[in-house]
């Protein structure tokens, strides 16, 4: 197994990029995931399989993935963005589902 | 409009036990590995346990081992988790979650608190 490491906090002006960072030794070899999470809500999918984005999701939200680090930008952000993103990858077995801490996107 | 409703939380004394269900519609749910997370107040997200779609597969995280056990009745389109042996650092909103990380298909639902106090 391997942890996921996320900067606790990240914070940009409107319209400015987001970027956030998950950095895992298991990331070369297994996808990664983001979640975003808004106050007293469920999680919910913003990209998948390192860059690929779920219907519905705005077109801003972009993944990549090089090496040991994944990166969730959000190009012009927006006060709505304002939440808590958790990456996610899996152990090498496909088993183990292992979280990183998270990060609080401040926007204003 | 797919659903995942979870019941069963509640208050409970270390040591003890509850049932979690998490009921589905909306989307078949015999086709999906399905899984359960937590979070503590104020604390990320963290995997406890996930099913295969035919519940003969099971994983669990090493906190939980031994003292929870995840099972499902696709006749009633329903995801359990049986936790015994409570302890007060299970304290957590438990989610139930389909097909985590797939398009289509990765849905979440609201969530039951579970409090382990004395």
């Known amino acids: 197994s391997y942890d996921l490491t996320q900067p606790p906090s990240v914070s940009v002006s409107p319209g400015q990029t987001a970027r956030i960072t998950c950095s895992g030794d298991?990331?070369?070899?297994?996808?990664a995931y983001w979640y975003q999470q808004k106050s007293g809500q469920a999680p919910v999918l913003v990209v998948y399989?390192?860059?690929k984005r779920p219907s519905g999701i705005p077109e801003r939200f972009s993944g990549s993935s090089s090496g040991t680090v994944a990166t969730l930008t959000i190009s012009g952000a927006q006060v709505d963005d304002e939440a808590v993103y958790y990456c996610?990858?899996?152990?090498?077995?496909?088993?183990?589902?292992?979280f990183g801490g998270g990060t609080k996107l401040t926007v204003l | 409009e797919v659903q995942l409703v979870e019941s069963g939380g509640g208050l409970v004394q270390p040591g003890g036990s509850l049932r979690l269900s998490c009921t589905a519609s909306?989307?078949?749910?015999?086709?999906?590995?399905m899984t359960w997370v937590r979070q503590a107040p104020g604390k990320g997200l963290d995997w406890v346990a996930n099913?295969?779609?035919?519940?003969?597969?099971?994983h669990y995280a090493d906190s939980v081992k031994g003292r929870f056990t995840i099972s499902r009745d696709k006749a009633k389109d329903t995801l359990y988790l049986q936790m015994n042996s409570l302890r007060v650092d299970d304290t957590a909103v438990y989610y139930c979650?389909?097909?985590?990380?797939?398009?289509?298909?990765?849905?979440w639902g609201q969530g039951t608190l579970v409090t382990v106090s004395s």
């Open positions: 996610y990858s899996t152990d090498s077995t496909n088993i183990e589902i292992i």
């Open positions: 298991g990331l070369p070899k297994k996808y």
């Open positions: 979650a389909s097909a985590l990380g797939a398009e289509p298909g990765d849905h």
């Open positions: 399989d390192d860059s």
């Open positions: 909306g989307f078949t749910f015999r086709t999906y590995w």
């Open positions: 099913i295969n779609q035919d519940g003969t597969e099971e």
